[in-house]
């Protein structure tokens, strides 16, 4: 589960104040989907870094299975990351001069899992996302939508109880977008994985069990 409590955040630019996330409360229980809409500027990105762990508030209490993770030490909270909490992006961050299979192990050998140990959990997540036979190629090799598929299977290569999204399909055409889509929902509903998902997709908003919309660091609508 991840509560929210009065939750803040303000950037200080040349002197100015600018409240991106305003006394936010909010709820999201374990296993459930939640979409967070909202036009730009209106907190999104902000909000699910600190989810996170990405970074900090200025104030509230963020709870993560019923633990303030704001209470603990930055090496408390990096590990409990790698270890909880997945990560997929619009700009996926794959490293170019890594292989698919490499670029998926990373979150578990740094993570202290033996080679042998996450290249065998490797190439079982890239079989489940559909890209057993380009397991070698690295990210300038792949398409769009399959470097993306490769960054869903790294960030489940630890077994997350989280798994946060920002614009998972931004840079996708519909087709493959959808398929992005598709693979998130059964991670979901197939494996029970918290997902959070902050997008402009009103497609993807409308597979997810709840949404949220954001407008000037405040929800004003949840349906």
């Avoid at 889509?181 to 597979?207: F, G, P, S, Y």
Wanted: hydrophobic share 40%.
């Amino acid at each position: 589960m991840i509560v929210l409590e009065n939750l803040s955040k303000t950037f200080v630019k040349e002197e100015n104040k600018i409240d991106v996330l305003r006394g936010m409360n909010l709820k999201i229980e374990k296993g459930e989907s939640l979409a967070v809409l909202g036009a730009s500027g209106a907190g999104k990105s902000t909000l699910i870094h600190i989810m996170g762990i990405l970074d900090h508030p200025t104030g509230g209490r963020l709870f993560i299975n019923g633990m303030n993770v704001f209470d603990w030490e930055e090496k408390k909270r990096a590990s409990f990351r790698n270890a909880h909490i997945g990560f997929v992006f619009q700009f996926n961050n794959l490293l170019p001069e890594f292989s698919a299979l490499e670029n998926t192990m990373m979150p578990a050998l740094i993570g202290g899992v033996s080679r042998k140990q996450a290249g065998e959990k490797a190439c079982k997540l890239l079989e489940e996302v559909g890209l057993e036979s380009r397991i070698r190629h690295k990210p300038g090799e792949l398409s769009g939508g399959e470097q993306q598929r490769v960054a869903i299977a790294r960030a489940l290569i630890m077994e997350p109880d989280i798994l946060l999204v920002d614009e998972p399909t931004g840079n996708l055409d519909t087709e493959t977008g959808r398929k992005i889509e598709d693979i998130l929902v059964h991670l979901n509903v197939e494996k029970k994985i918290t997902l959070v998902a902050v997008t402009h997709n009103q497609l993807l908003a409308d597979r997810m069990s709840e949404r949220i919309v954001l407008r000037d660091g405040k929800i004003y609508d949840n349906h």
